[in-house]
């Protein structure tokens, strides 16, 4: 690293590790309140504001970025419209099944919920890394967005939380738990390292995101592994799966896979700044 870059990643330290004490607290403090009120995420309520908090998030960021863009203010709406309504009534038809009870073991001879988690990656993936208007989007935003967002993921800590109450398998909870916590704990400070502009701070941001990635497949394969049905390899001692009702069962039918889709913008647009500079 030279001299500049030096200074300019130096000052950046004390605000990484405050904001990685303060997720730190808050996330001993979320699962701490899992596990002694049970009643308070079978309420659905925590579920619910983290949805929202989450989507208005996405709505508002993606509003603003298209702002910074050279479109015009019809392509910017028409653009906003085409993101957010399919994602919406994605959002809407995963609650109401969820409430419905349509991802319930035995609820249907279709695999419904590896479907959910999976067709939205399969549609959503190859449409946002070739679309132009989407590049155009990416160009004109910062970096940091799309990893600072995912701090959420600290809330994966009731997994954990559930674990320790006895209501899910170890062998699930401790990778799934553990892998969510840490992306989300390390959002907040992959994105401040990340806007100090090093290339220790890109290369942070990449690891981060295939470490996100790489979380996912892990727990997919394992709740595929282990849940009663076609795919069911590994039966569990003690306590089975248990996230197929609601609203445990949004994690995996909507949250997952917009993040997967997160992750897949946040290194279209990593490679495309990256490219950018070098030419």
Same mark, same amino acid.
């Not at 996405?58 to 479109?71: D, K, R, S, Y």
């Not at 959002?91 to 319930?104: D, S, V, Y």
């Given at each position: 690293m030279n001299s500049d870059a030096a200074s300019v990643a130096a000052p950046a330290q004390p605000p990484?590790? +405050?904001?990685?004490?303060?997720? *730190?607290?808050?996330?001993?403090?979320?699962?701490? $309140?899992?596990?002694?009120? @049970?009643?308070? !995420?079978?309420?659905?309520? !925590? &579920?619910?504001?983290?949805?929202?908090? =989450?989507?208005?998030?996405? &709505? *508002?960021?993606?509003? +603003?970025?298209?702002?910074?863009? &050279?479109?015009? @203010?019809?392509?910017?709406? =028409?653009?906003?419209? *085409?993101v957010m309504v399919p994602f919406t009534l994605w &959002?809407? $038809?995963?609650?109401?099944?969820?409430?419905?009870?349509?991802?319930?073991t035995g609820a249907s001879s279709l695999p419904l919920l590896p479907a959910a988690i999976l067709l939205p990656v399969i549609v959503g993936a190859p449409v946002l890394m070739l679309s132009k208007r989407v590049g155009q989007l990416l160009d004109a935003m910062p970096t940091t967005w799309l990893i600072a967002l995912q701090v959420y993921r600290i809330f994966g800590s009731q997994w954990l939380a559930y674990w320790l109450r006895g209501a899910l398998p170890g062998l699930w909870a401790l990778p799934a738990g553990t892998g969510d916590v840490l992306t989300g704990l390390f959002a907040v400070p992959v994105a401040i390292a990340l806007a100090a502009g090093t290339a220790e701070g890109r290369k942070g941001a990449i690891f981060w995101n295939i470490f996100g990635l790489a979380d996912f497949a892990v727990a997919i394969a394992l709740g595929m592994a282990m849940s009663p049905g076609p795919f069911q390899l590994i039966v569990p001692d003690g306590p089975s799966m248990a996230v197929d009702t609601f609203p445990n069962v949004l994690t995996p039918a909507f949250v997952v896979p917009s993040s997967i889709l997160l992750h897949v913008l946040s290194l279209r647009q990593l490679r495309r700044r990256s490219r950018a500079e070098t030419v």
């Open positions: 990484i590790r +405050l904001g990685l004490m303060w997720t *730190v607290l808050f996330t001993i403090l979320w699962t701490w $309140l899992i596990y002694s009120l @049970p009643a308070l !995420p079978e309420s659905g309520f !925590p &579920a619910l504001g983290v949805r929202l908090l =989450a989507h208005g998030l996405i &709505a *508002v960021g993606l509003w +603003l970025g298209l702002e910074n863009t &050279a479109l015009t @203010p019809e392509q910017r709406r =028409a653009t906003w419209l *085409v &959002a809407a $038809l995963a609650w109401t099944a969820a409430i419905n009870g349509a991802f319930r």
